[in-house]
């Protein structure tokens, strides 16, 4: 089989900015400092066993500390927490300084506002490029709040009205 072609990366990200995704926070807290990025890769993998996945860049600074957690806590966004998305895709030193949470079952971050939460371990690491792919096994999760989703879509936020 021939070499894949070269694909050039912009083109690669404007093609698929054009998949709408919705916005999660992942958090966990080693040795009990809270740590969290704004993730778009979430996705439900598996009923049975309840398996969901994520997938943290090679350059992520919170993923080594998540890691090391060995768990996770996925926290789907609402409607109107576009700024908690943005100050969780910053690189601010301590990004929950001035932010409302509490502890999930496991143990990890569950913001304030959130749709929704999925409390996970980690179950597998496979690697996926300049990613890697992350598989969680599902402890406990809930729907925290009634409401819209924020959404991602051509590299803007969106609403999807319910
Ligand atoms: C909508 C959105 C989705 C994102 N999805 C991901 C993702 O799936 N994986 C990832 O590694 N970074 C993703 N990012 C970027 C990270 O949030 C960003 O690089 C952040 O600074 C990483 O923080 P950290 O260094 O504390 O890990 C996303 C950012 C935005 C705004």
């Given amino acids: ?14 093609v698929l900015g054009h998949f ?3 916005v999660t926070i992942v958090t966990a807290a080693p040795e009990r400092k809270p740590v969290g990025l704004a993730v778009g890769s979430f ?3 598996s009923l049975d066993p309840p ?3 994520f997938c943290p ?4 600074t919170s993923w080594p500390h998540i890691e090391s957690a060995g768990q996770f806590c996925v926290n789907i966004l609402a409607s109107d927490q576009e700024g908690l998305c943005r100050h969780f895709a910053g690189k601010s030193e301590d990004k929950f300084a001035g ?4 502890h999930s079952p496991l143990g990890s971050p569950i913001l304030d506002g959130v749709l929704a939460w999925i409390d996970c371990t980690i179950d597998a690491v496979h690697p996926g490029g300049d990613h890697v792919i992350v598989v969680g096994r599902v402890h406990d999760l809930e729907v925290a709040t009634e409401g819209g989703p924020l959404v991602f879509f ?3 936020y969106g609403r999807f009205e319910v």
Avoid: C
């Fill in 1 to 14: 089989m021939a070499d894949p072609p070269d694909i050039d990366p912009a083109v690669f990200r404007q």
């Fill in 20 to 22: 709408p995704t919705g």
């Fill in 43 to 45: 996705t439900s993998l």
């Fill in 51 to 53: 398996l969901v996945a």
């Fill in 57 to 60: 860049s090679n350059t992520s």
């Fill in 99 to 102: 932010i409302g949470w509490k």
């Fill in 154 to 156: 051509r590299g803007g």
